[in-house]
């Protein structure tokens, strides 16, 4: 009997007794993403994040991940990227195509490189147009702009909800008026202005010099002239001497 009581105040007393109760482990606190971080320690994007800092745009992906339930995908352009594009291309742009040209580095939602392979094109970025992506060799994915293309290289973080990948080339807008395969065409040269009216050397010495058709004319009207005048003296000659003999 006092083994059955025993046996059934147990459970009470270890409910009672906090050391014998199991301690659940607390939760990991998660961590947050840092696109900042993720950037630093592939250290070879330093105009980059210039950029997404200048636009403002850093702090608006960074909340993006944790309101889009779709994930988020970044492809970063490298610093050598920035430096071949033609002369001028990135200073000439505005504020706002600034804006626009980071967010086309983005998409609003999260793609591995096999979703990339197969994905439907055009891909929905941040800005306006979008993105075209074909496979190569492999598993190569390539990504198109219409005026770029570009293989992407390097995964920097391919886990969900966010994918950062390398581009090798800054993925250039085709409304943008600058191309960034090739610097823009050298201006025509001026066409030469028209030379009528305008009267050349040989020309002006030309019109100035006397024709030989009228020097000869003029040669020809002073042998006669001279003819006619000793023709004339004769006759008056020769009346002056028949008036002397019949006086």
């Known amino acids: 009997m006092a083994s059955t009581t025993f046996i059934l105040l147990l459970p009470i007393l270890l409910l009672l007794n906090p050391q014998a109760q199991a301690q659940a482990p607390a939760p990991a606190p998660s961590g ?19 950029l997404l800092k200048d636009t403002q745009q850093l702090s608006q992906i960074q909340n993006q991940f944790k309101t889009n339930s779709q994930g988020f995908t970044v492809f970063a352009p490298t610093d050598n990227a920035f430096q071949n594009l033609p002369s001028g291309a990135l200073n000439g742009l505005s504020d706002d195509q600034k804006v626009q040209l980071i967010l086309y580095h983005s998409a609003p939602k999260y793609y591995s490189l096999s979703d990339l392979l197969t994905v439907s094109n055009p891909v929905r970025t941040q800005s ?4 075209n992506f074909t496979g190569g060799q492999g598993n190569q994915v390539n990504v198109s702009t219409g005026v770029v293309e570009v293989q992407i290289n390097n995964a920097l973080r391919q886990q969900f909800p966010l994918a950062v990948y390398q581009v090798d080339k800054v993925l250039w807008p085709k ?22 009216g305008t009267a050349t050397p040989t020309s002006a010495a030309a019109d100035d010099a006397p024709s030989p058709s009228a020097e000869s004319k003029n040669d020809s009207n002073g042998v006669a002239g001279m003819k006619n005048n000793v023709g004339f003296g004769m006759v008056l000659g020769f009346l002056l001497l028949c008036m002397r003999v019949l006086s």
């Open 128 to 131: 306006p147009w979008g993105l």
């Open 175 to 196: 409304a943008f008026s600058a191309d960034a395969n090739s610097p823009s065409p050298a201006p025509a040269p001026k066409k030469k202005g028209s030379n009528k």
């Open 32 to 50: 947050q993403l840092n696109l900042t971080a993720i950037l630093e320690k592939g250290s070879q994007y330093t105009t980059l994040l210039k």
